[in-house]
């Protein structure tokens, strides 16, 4: 195991220069993914689908940021109380301190075959909202730490689950990748202490 460095109450590995991040079973890809959209999001308003800023949203949930969560994964999120950690695929914009609103996902966004983002559309009647304690990137998948595991949702308790909710989160998003060159990527792991 590669040696440990301790930021906030997680560790995670030493990053090495100029190679390529080798874990288990994959080598991690240097290059980085397309980021998803933060500035539109496509909301219900009645039975009527359309894009908004997320300023708005920000504003109206008095928040920094959103974190979309798939409508099965907020239903087991309504569940918790406390500490909440989230992963998305390999890095994450979240940050320390700032305060996050938790949304579902109706429909999950996509690229198209040009590689444009389709926008997600979210349910805005319903949020849970927490401040974000620690960050950590591109954690290969399989030195997420137990602990990290204890606090997500309660499907997501192992690193098999976590794959499987990787690829069902980030195959249409990236459709051009393989299932084995998207858990390359490694994970980006966000900790949020919940209203």
Do not use: W
Not at 45 to 61: M, N, P, Q, S
């Amino acid at each position: 195991m590669s040696p440990l460095r301790l930021v906030g109450d997680v560790r995670l590995p030493k990053p090495r220069k100029n190679a390529p991040f080798l874990f288990a079973r994959f080598a991690m890809s240097e290059a980085r993914l397309a980021l998803s959209d933060r500035s539109l999001i496509a909301v219900m308003t009645g039975r009527k689908e359309e894009v908004v800023r997320v300023d708005a949203l920000r504003a109206r949930f008095q928040v920094d940021a959103l974190i979309r969560l798939h409508e099965r994964d907020y239903d087991e999120l309504e569940e918790l109380r406390g500490r909440f950690v989230h992963f998305n695929l390999e890095v994450t914009l979240n940050e320390v301190g700032k305060r996050y609103a938790i949304l579902p996902i109706l429909r999950p966004g996509r690229r198209d075959a040009r590689g444009r983002e389709v926008l997600p559309l979210v349910d805005v009647g319903r949020h849970r909202a927490g401040r974000c304690e620690a960050v950590l990137q591109r954690v290969p998948i399989d030195e997420v730490p137990p602990h990290c595991f204890a606090h997500s949702l309660p499907s997501l308790r192992t690193v098999e689950a976590l794959e499987g909710a990787l690829l069902r989160r980030y195959a249409a998003m990236f459709p051009q990748l393989t299932e084995r060159e998207l858990l390359s990527r490694g994970c980006a792991i966000t900790s949020l202490v919940l209203d």
